[in-house]
């Protein structure tokens, strides 16, 4: 064979490689269209000086896109990269339920079991509170951040678990009997973490460790029980003020209810576990997905670890996070094949509204049919004073960092 004939075989198989790589490139990737949009849709982060998000996006069994816009470390202006490590705050929760899940698969536990079995600090409050209660939000227990705050804490302060504990076992009474009502209460959540280390023998970020993140390749992800440890390529959150910002300080050494440290690059293969499970399976996802039930055989829209509702007409699966100057939202339309992650580390991100816009691009609006219903007529009813005046005080909302007083003036409620 020639030297010329060689040559012009040697450049056709490398033109037949080139294509094929290029296909494999672009099969599993959002078009370049798509990408723009997605793009417009963050071009606000998008600049070096301002705290900065990231997005990963799972469609038909790949991760199809994810990027990082904007700032990870204002002070040294070192950017987003899919490698960056955020906080995402009471995503971590879906993580929690099924460290739990896992340990009823090996009939180590039951979801329907006391906590006072494991836990027999839990005040005894003369009615069962399970473990699928705290998985629901509907044990009647207080918010710990919220008895933290009432007790005169700072949620910047270095909070441990022995500090949340103390509040826990001091409660004198619930807020309701457990399954009566929805409620969301971080409590729950932080005490099914210490479920799973009285019953494995393992600290709970070990445990999470050893049986979620090390099988799924998860390598930068962790749930963050020492907020001294040093995690490199961390992203450290922030809050605007006027034109500056100021730091939002995260000193939690919690897990449960909250510190999964995690990357769109590991986000992307937790999302994907959901379809096909490596870690769990069909049976434990399918779980935590059916709604909760009250006492009363009704539903809200909470499950287990996460939400479920409806946008545009598709089924949502999803959970959101807020500390400190994190934000962050999970979902995934899972008839659709669809996931999506959105972080970021400023207070003033919409993370569910980004999350959705991004949806929005994939999943064409369904045209729903409104029926005309008669409009019920609205009942109004007048309370004694007797029965208004139990709920004068002082209430707090720690989501919103906002409190207020409830008081009586003559014979109606009225608040500051």
């Given at each position: 064979?020639s030297?010329?004939?060689?040559?012009?075989?040697?450049?056709?198989?490398?033109?037949?490689?080139?294509n094929?790589?290029?296909?494999?490139?672009?099969d599993?990737y959002?078009?370049?269209?798509?990408?723009?949009?997605?793009?417009?849709?963050?071009?606000?982060f998008?600049n070096?000086?301002?705290?900065?998000?990231?997005?990963?996006i799972?469609?038909?069994?790949?991760?199809?896109?994810?990027?990082?816009?904007?700032?990870?470390?204002?002070?040294?202006?070192?950017?987003?990269?899919?490698?960056?490590v955020?906080?995402?705050?009471?995503?971590?929760?879906?993580?929690?339920v099924?460290?739990?899940l896992?340990l009823?698969?090996?009939?180590?536990?039951?979801?329907?079991?006391?906590?006072?079995?494991?836990?027999?600090?839990?005040?005894?409050?003369?009615t069962t509170?399970?473990?699928?209660?705290?998985?629901?939000?509907?044990?009647?227990l207080?918010?710990?951040?919220d008895?933290?705050?009432?007790?005169?804490g700072?949620l910047?302060?270095?909070?441990?678990?022995?500090?949340?504990?103390?509040?826990?076992?001091?409660?004198k009474e619930l807020?309701?009997?457990?399954?009566?009502?929805?409620?969301y209460s971080?409590?729950?959540?932080?005490?099914?973490?210490?479920?799973?280390t009285?019953?494995?023998?393992?600290?709970?970020?070990?445990?999470?460790?050893?049986?979620?993140?090390?099988?799924?390749?998860m390598?930068?992800?962790?749930f963050?029980d020492?907020?001294?440890?040093i995690?490199?390529?961390?992203?450290y959150?922030y809050?605007?003020?006027?034109d500056?910002?100021?730091k939002?300080?995260?000193?939690?050494?919690?897990?449960?209810?909250?510190?999964?440290?995690?990357?769109?690059?590991?986000i992307?293969?937790?999302?994907?576990?959901?379809?096909?499970?490596?870690?769990?399976?069909?049976?434990?996802?399918?779980k935590?997905?059916?709604?909760?039930?009250?006492?009363?055989?009704?539903?809200?829209?909470?499950a287990?670890?996460?939400?479920?509702?409806?946008?545009?007409?598709?089924?949502?699966?999803?959970?959101?996070?807020?500390?400190?100057g994190?934000?962050?939202?999970?979902?995934?339309?899972?008839?659709?094949?669809?996931?999506?992650a959105?972080?970021?580390?400023s207070?003033?991100?919409?993370?569910?509204?980004?999350a959705?816009?991004?949806?929005?691009i994939?999943?064409e609006?369904?045209?729903?049919i409104?029926?005309?219903?008669?409009?019920e007529k609205?009942?109004?009813?007048?309370?004694?004073k007797?029965?208004l005046t139990?709920?004068?005080?002082?209430?707090?909302?720690?989501?919103?960092?906002?409190?207020?007083k409830?008081?009586?003036?003559?014979?109606t409620?009225?608040?500051?």
């Amino acid at each position: 064979m020639s030297s010329k004939i060689k040559i012009v075989l040697f450049l056709l198989a490398f033109l037949m490689i080139s294509n094929m790589l290029i296909a494999q490139t672009n099969d599993g990737y959002v078009s370049k269209e798509n990408e723009l949009r997605v793009d417009q849709i963050f071009k606000n982060f998008d600049n070096p000086k301002w705290p900065g998000a990231a997005v990963c996006i799972v469609k038909d069994g790949q991760v199809v896109f994810k990027k990082g816009y904007g700032s990870a470390n204002l002070e040294y202006d070192i950017p987003v990269r899919s490698n960056t490590v955020f906080h995402v705050a009471s995503v971590s929760k879906q993580f929690t339920v099924l460290a739990i899940l896992l340990l009823e698969d090996e009939g180590k536990l039951s979801f329907d079991d006391d906590i006072r079995k494991y836990i027999p600090e839990v005040p005894d409050f003369g009615t069962t509170i399970t473990l699928r209660h705290l998985a629901g939000h509907t044990s009647g227990l207080r918010d710990h951040w919220d008895l933290y705050c009432l007790a005169g804490g700072r949620l910047d302060d270095a909070i441990t678990k022995s500090h949340l504990f103390k509040l826990i076992k001091r409660q004198k009474e619930l807020n309701f009997t457990p399954g009566e009502k929805y409620w969301y209460s971080n409590t729950g959540y932080t005490l099914l973490a210490e479920v799973v280390t009285r019953v494995s023998g393992q600290s709970f970020s070990e445990f999470t460790q050893k049986n979620i993140f090390e099988p799924l390749g998860m390598i930068n992800s962790q749930f963050y029980d020492n907020h001294e440890k040093i995690v490199p390529n961390r992203a450290y959150s922030y809050e605007p003020t006027g034109d500056n910002f100021k730091k939002r300080v995260l000193s939690f050494s919690i897990t449960g209810s909250t510190s999964v440290f995690t990357t769109i690059d590991d986000i992307g293969t937790w999302m994907l576990n959901f379809e096909s499970p490596k870690v769990g399976s069909r049976r434990i996802f399918d779980k935590m997905e059916t709604l909760a039930q009250l006492n009363d055989s009704s539903t809200f829209t909470g499950a287990y670890g996460l939400f479920v509702n409806k946008h545009n007409g598709y089924k949502q699966v999803f959970h959101e996070g807020s500390d400190a100057g994190y934000r962050a939202y999970l979902s995934r339309f899972p008839d659709q094949r669809l996931g999506i992650a959105v972080f970021s580390t400023s207070t003033a991100t919409d993370s569910e509204g980004l999350a959705l816009e991004i949806a929005n691009i994939f999943l064409e609006k369904k045209t729903e049919i409104i029926t005309n219903k008669p409009v019920e007529k609205v009942q109004y009813i007048s309370l004694s004073k007797d029965k208004l005046t139990p709920y004068e005080g002082y209430y707090w909302n720690q989501q919103r960092s906002l409190n207020r007083k409830i008081y009586m003036h003559n014979d109606t409620l009225r608040y500051l």
